[in-house]
C-alpha cells in the first residue's frame, strides 16, 4: 500500500509534518477501494525503533486520495528522527527527518540542497539519488514538481512525447502518483525534510493567477483540481480547506531554522497579474521589446500580490536570523536580450520577474529597507544555473547609489531540458550583474549556509539520460557576513 513512498516536512523546532498516500499501485487509482483506511504511525530516535517518542493513527480518507498529513508534535529541537507507517500488516519504507532548532539556537551550519524542474520524460532522477547521498538537513524544491503532460508509464522514456495531459482531479493525481513511483525521488523524500513550493507545470504552463495560456473559461475548475492534487502529495503544514473548496491554497510560508536562517517560501504564480503583451487570442508568455509593451511599466501590475507583498515586508523586517533566504520559483535577475541603458530598452521574457519590473522593484525596495541581514535569494525554473547580484536598478552601473541588495542562485533542473550554452554565455555577457551561467548540465545546489559565510556548490550530472549517472561540481560561489554580493569560491 506504501508504493509511493514517504515523505516529510515544514519543520518546527518541536514537530514535523510526516506524509504518505494508500496506492497499491501507482498506475491505477483503483487499486484502493473507497473507503476510509485507518494508518498508524510511528516517530523514533533511532532507525531499529527501539525507542519511540511519538505515535498515533490517522484517517487516510478517499475525498484526500488517501492521502495522510500527520503533524507529530512533541519532538526535540535540532535532531534527527525516524518514522514510518503501518497499514494492517504491511509497513511503509523508514524516512529520516529532523526537527528545527530552537528559536534562540545559532547552529553551527545548515546543509541545504535546493532542486527544481523534473520532467518525468527528460530524464532519470539520478540527481535525487545524489541529493538523498548529500544527507541535507533540509530540501528546497522550488516548483515543477510534476509537469502537466506525458504518458503514464513507469519508465523514464528515451524522448518525449506530448500527450495525456491532465485536467481533472484524476489526471492531476494520477501524475503525482507516476512520479512519486521513482524510487530515486523516493530517496530524496526519506533522506530529510522538505520545503516546497508551486510553479505552473503542477497546473498549467505559463498560466498567471486565473488565466491560462489557452485563455480557458473553466481555467478556475482545473487550477482547483491541480491545487487539490498537490496538497495531496506534499508535507505541507496546512489545513485542507473547508469544504473541501481548493480553489485558493495559501502556500507562502515562514520558516525559521533558529537564528541562523530565515525562510520567507513564496508564491509567484497565485496572485500575480496576468502577464503583459501576450500574442493576440492567448495567454502565456512572450519576448517583447519593452518600447513596445507599455504594460511592462504599469505599476499596479503585482507577481506576489498585495497581502503576500506585506506579509513578506513584515517577516523582514522583524527577522532576528544571520540569513534571509527567499525560497521562490524564477531568477530574480534582469535578464535582458540586448544591453540595457534604460527601462524602455531590451528585449525581455514575460514570464518570469523581467515581465513584472515594477513588482520586483518593489520587492528589491522592501528588502533594502528592512534592514534584514543577508538577504539570499534562490530560484529555479528556467533550467539553468546563474549566479547573480540584485540591484534596484540593473540599467545602471554599481555605485553608492545603486549598491548590490541581495545574492541570488539559480538552480538547473532535474531533468528539465534548457537552451545552448552559447546563448546562456551570450546572455551573461550582455548582463552586468550575471556572474555565472551553465544551461547545458541537469542536478541542483548544495548551500552550506554558516553564522559568517555559505556557499553554494552547482551540482551537475554527467548524463541526464543515464540512471546511475555520476556528478560533478561545476561552480562554486561564496557570500559573506555583511558584504553584499556573491563571489566564485
Avoid at 75 to 95: H, N, Q
Avoid at 274 to 299: I, M, Q, T, W
Avoid at 394 to 408: L, M, Q
Amino acid at each position: 500500500p506504501f508504493s509511493l513512498g514517504v515523505a516529510s516536512g515544514s519543520p518546527l523546532p518541536h514537530s514535523v509534518i510526516l506524509w504518505t498516500r494508500i496506492l497499491p499501485d501507482p498506475l491505477n487509482a483503483a487499486s484502493v477501494s473507497a473507503i476510509a483506511l485507518t494508518v498508524r504511525w510511528e516517530v523514533a530516535e533511532d532507525e531499529a525503533f527501539r525507542k519511540v517518542v511519538a505515535q498515533g493513527s490517522a484517517v487516510a480518507a478517499p475525498e484526500l486520495a488517501h492521502s495522510v498529513h500527520v503533524d507529530a508534535a512533541g519532538l526535540r529541537p535540532a535532531r534527527w528522527y525516524w518514522y514510518r507507517f503501518m497499514l494492517g500488516d504491511a509497513v511503509s519504507p523508514v524516512g529520516r527527518t529532523r526537527t528545527a532548532p530552537a528559536a534562540d539556537a545559532l547552529p553551527p551550519m545548515l546543509k541545504l540542497v535546493v532542486a527544481s524542474c523534473q520532467h518525468w520524460e527528460f530524464g532519470h532522477y539520478a540527481a535525487h539519488r545524489h541529493i538523498a547521498a548529500a544527507a541535507p538537513d533540509l530540501v528546497a524544491f522550488l516548483g515543477d514538481y510534476i509537469y502537466e503532460w506525458g504518458p503514464y508509464q513507469l519508465r523514464h522514456p528515451q524522448k518525449a512525447i506530448r500527450s495525456d495531459e491532465s485536467f481533472t482531479l484524476a489526471q492531476y493525481r494520477a501524475r503525482y502518483a507516476q512520479y512519486k513511483s521513482d524510487p530515486d525521488l523516493q530517496s530524496a523524500h526519506h533522506a530529510a525534510p522538505w520545503l516546497v513550493t508551486w510553479d505552473d507545470h503542477e497546473v498549467a504552463n505559463d498560466y498567471a493567477g486565473d488565466v491560462d495560456e489557452r485563455l480557458s473559461s473553466d481555467f478556475a475548475a482545473r487550477r482547483a483540481a491541480a491545487y487539490q492534487a498537490f496538497y495531496e502529495h506534499m508535507p505541507l503544514r496546512l489545513a485542507p480547506p473547508s469544504r473541501g473548496r481548493f480553489g485558493s491554497l495559501r502556500m507562502y510560508q515562514r520558516h525559521d531554522w533558529g537564528r541562523l536562517a530565515r525562510f520567507h517560501v513564496l508564491d509567484n504564480r497565485q496572485y500575480r497579474s496576468k502577464l503583459p503583451c501576450s500574442k493576440p487570442g492567448r495567454g502565456g508568455s512572450n519576448v517583447v521589446l519593452a518600447r513596445a509593451c507599455a504594460e511592462l511599466r504599469d505599476p499596479s501590475r503585482t507577481m506576489l500580490g498585495g497581502e503576500q507583498e506585506a506579509w513578506l515586508a513584515q517577516g523582514l523586517s522583524s527577522s532576528r536570523a544571520q540569513w534571509n533566504i527567499l525560497a521562490q520559483q524564477t531568477p530574480m535577475a534582469q535578464s535582458s536580450g540586448v544591453p540595457v541603458q534604460s527601462p524602455q530598452d531590451g528585449r525581455f521574457w514575460t514570464d518570469g520577474w523581467d515581465g513584472y519590473p515594477a513588482a520586483r522593484r518593489r520587492l528589491l525596495d522592501t528588502l533594502a529597507a528592512s534592514g534584514a541581514k543577508n538577504p539570499l535569494v534562490l530560484a529555479g525554473d528556467v533550467h539553468t544555473f546563474y549566479a547573480s547580484e540584485l540591484r534596484r536598478d540593473f540599467g545602471r552601473p554599481a555605485s553608492k547609489n545603486n549598491p548590490i541588495v541581495a545574492a541570488e542562485l539559480c538552480g538547473t533542473s532535474v531533468t528539465s531540458s534548457s537552451r545552448p550554452q552559447y546563448r546562456t554565455q551570450e546572455n551573461v555577457e550582455r548582463n552586468p550583474h550575471m556572474l555565472y551561467g551553465r544551461s547545458d548540465k541537469r542536478g541542483y545546489m548544495l548551500v552550506e549556509v554558516k553564522p559568517q559565510s555559505a556557499q553554494a556548490r552547482f551540482m551537475a550530472l554527467d548524463d541526464v539520460h543515464d540512471a546511475r549517472s555520476g556528478q560533478a561540481q561545476v561552480a562554486a560561489f561564496a557570500m559573506t557576513n555583511r558584504l553584499a554580493g556573491v563571489r566564485r569560491a
